[in-house]
Nanobody
Framework: QVQLVESGGGLVQPGGSLRLSCKTSGFTGGIYAMSWHRQAPGKERELVAFITLTTSGTNYADSVKGRFTISRDNAKNTLYLQMNSLKPEDTAVYYC???????????WGQGTQVTVSS
């Protein structure tokens, strides 16, 4: 059974940092790529960062470039999102997603709330 479990969200002041984690399990045949997305109230879900596991190539939304870093610890089956210099506009529910290598289907975690406020 495929599972993605996010953790690490919370309340942080502007300028602060958080690290989100997403632990994966059950991916028979491995994972091709993973990503972080976010959805703020009243807005559509948007892609924040993307990593291809075969090459470790990464891509970021312009709004987070230079502040966020996506990484993957394959030994721990865990995806991370290091978020620095957080801004109030980063407030959203953050979701991780994994594209299974076998059939390129996407799977989603349950989401974790990040609130940036003083």
């Amino acid at each position: 059974q495929v599972q993605l479990v996010e953790s690490g969200g919370g309340l942080v002041q502007p300028g602060g940092s958080l690290r989100l984690s997403c632990k994966t399990s059950g991916f028979t045949g491995g994972i091709y790529a993973m990503s972080w997305h976010r959805q703020a109230p009243g807005k559509e879900r948007e892609l924040v960062a993307f990593i291809t596991l075969t090459t470790s190539g990464t891509n970021y939304a312009d709004s987070v470039k230079g502040r966020f870093t996506i990484s993957r610890d394959n030994a721990k089956n865990t995806l991370y999102l290091q978020m620095n210099s957080l801004k109030p506009e980063d407030t959203a529910v953050y979701y991780c997603s994994a594209k299974r290598a076998l059939d390129r289907n996407n799977y989603w975690g349950q989401g974790t709330q990040v609130t940036v406020s003083s």
